[in-house]
Structure formats: structure tokens, C-alpha cells
């Protein structure tokens, strides 16, 4: 049965650390061990001391061996993590300042990644910005995104849960902010997900004030309904000029008369 990247990853990282810390303790006893037996105070006398063949094999054979094992370790992770399974679902993630985007190969699309649980999954990772890099801790999985690259990497969620996304690229300033979820869920709950028809929204027209041009104003007041503010624009009114007109009329009638009279 092959290994899951998590098991490599964790198996390395022990043996390493176990190396170190054995690396470590020996040193650091071999230090204090000649430090007490050639003291001053029982060697008064500096001595000359001459090379020993067998211990100077010994400490060039024996790290050699360890960085050896260590480099098997990591290769075999490595190999594992770089091959992916024929039958490993495929997602696209696209990271954005400051948010990761998902997609699905019917199209849909989301900001919280789901995966069926026991499925390879496939990650088709890049950035429409500036360099981030896509990271799942639980999952020790890892790569970065780099605008106009399409990198990648796989991982098989071997447990239900809910996973945190990072992002492990200083990207600029809400970089920590950047993250998302991953819900890793049963095959027949993530079909009946990615499946599912999401019902289209309507756009609705607004005023530039961020408010319906079709809804009511203050007070149930129809907002179509502009108050109008007389203007002075310095010129007769058509009420007023009617009215001259008229006047003007009745003082040539009037002449007319005086004329007609005389």
C-alpha cells in the first residue's frame, strides 16, 4: 500500500530530529568528558597527543552513513510527493491579494475548498497578482504561486475534518489574512455539493447613493418625485409676461379711443 505524504513526511522529519538530538548529547558529553579528565589540575604538564586512526574513521564514516539515510528519507518523500495518482481529482486555486480562489472542473466555483474524503486530490496552483504560496499545514503539502505559472502538488485527505489553508509568502500587507478552509467531507455529501445548481443573482440597479432607484423615499415619499426649488433666473415669468401683454393691450385701446374722440 503506498505511503501517504503525511506519513513520509512525519518519518523523516523524526529520524532527523532523532539524529540531531543523538548528534547532540554525544558531542556535548564527549566535550565535557575531556574537559574533567584534562584539567589543569590533573595534567599540570601539557602531553603531546598523537592521531588515532580508528576515531578519525569512525567520526568520518558514521555522519556520512547518517547523511546518507537522511537523503534516502527525503527522497522517497519527495518521490511521493511529486507522483501523482492517475486518479486524483483535479482543483484549481488561484491566489489573489488578499484570498484564495477555487475551481471545480464542471466550472463552479468557491472560496472554501471541498474534497471527498480517500481521494487524491490534485491542486493547479497560481496567482493573478504577486507571488503567494498555497499551504495546508495538517496536510504538510506545500508550493508556491507565481503569476503566469500554473505549479502544482497532490494530497490524499485520509480524515473528515476541517483543514486550514495559509498562505507561507509575504505578499503584502493583509499577508496574514490570507487564508481559507478546506472541508474534507464523505463522496456522497461533496457530489450533492459540487453538483448543486447555485441559483443566479439578479443584479439590482442603485442609485449612486448605494440606494434602489425603485424604492420608496423618507416617509413612504415616492424617491421619482423631485421636489422642485424655483430658480431666480433674473428674466419675466410667461405669468407675468401674459399679464404685460395684456396690459399693453388695454393701453393701445385706450389710445385708440382718445384718438377716435378727438
Excluded at 5 to 22: A, E, K, N, P, Q
Amino acid at each position: 500500500m503506498r505511503n501517504t505524504i503525511i506519513s513520509d513526511f512525519d518519518s523523516t522529519f523524526v529520524f532527523i530530529v532523532g539524529c540531531s538530538v543523538f548528534l547532540l548529547l554525544g558531542i556535548t558529553f564527549a566535550m565535557v568528558y575531556l574537559v574533567y579528565k584534562y584539567h589543569s589540575k590533573r595534567h599540570p604538564k601539557a602531553e603531546k597527543i598523537h592521531g588515532n586512526t580508528t576515531l578519525e574513521i569512525t567520526w568520518t564514516v558514521l555522519p556520512t552513513i547518517l547523511c546518507l539515510i537522511m537523503f534516502f528519507y527525503g527522497y522517497v518523500g519527495f518521490k511521493n510527493m511529486r507522483d501523482v495518482p492517475p486518479d486524483a481529482y483535479n482543483i484549481k486555486v488561484a491566489g489573489k491579494m488578499w484570498k484564495w480562489d477555487f475551481e471545480y472542473p464542471n466550472k463552479k466555483k468557491s472560496d472554501t475548498m471541498y474534497v471527498p474524503v480517500g481521494k487524491p486530490i490534485k491542486m493547479l496552483i497560481t496567482s493573478l497578482d504577486v507571488n503567494h504560496s498555497f499551504f495546508i499545514p495538517a496536510l504538510r503539502v506545500k508550493e508556491d504561486a507565481i503569476p503566469g505559472r500554473e505549479n502544482w502538488l497532490w494530497f490524499d485527505p485520509v480524515q473528515e475534518g476541517v483543514y486550514h489553508i495559509a498562505c507561507a509568502e509575504y505578499c503584502g500587507l493583509n499577508h496574514s489574512y490570507m487564508s481559507a478552509v478546506m472541508k474534507v467531507i464523505p463522496q456522497d455529501k461533496f457530489d450533492e455539493w459540487v453538483n448543486k445548481i447555485e441559483p443566479t443573482k439578479v443584479p439590482v440597479a442603485s442609485t449612486p447613493g448605494g440606494k434602489d432607484s425603485l424604492s420608496t423615499g423618507m416617509n413612504g415619499a415616492d424617491s421619482n418625485k423631485i421636489k422642485m426649488t424655483p430658480v431666480d433666473t433674473g428674466k419675466t415669468s410667461g405669468k407675468d409676461v401674459k399679464k404685460d401683454s395684456v396690459k399693453s393691450g388695454e393701453v393701445k385701446k385706450d389710445t385708440l379711443k382718445k384718438e377716435v374722440k378727438k
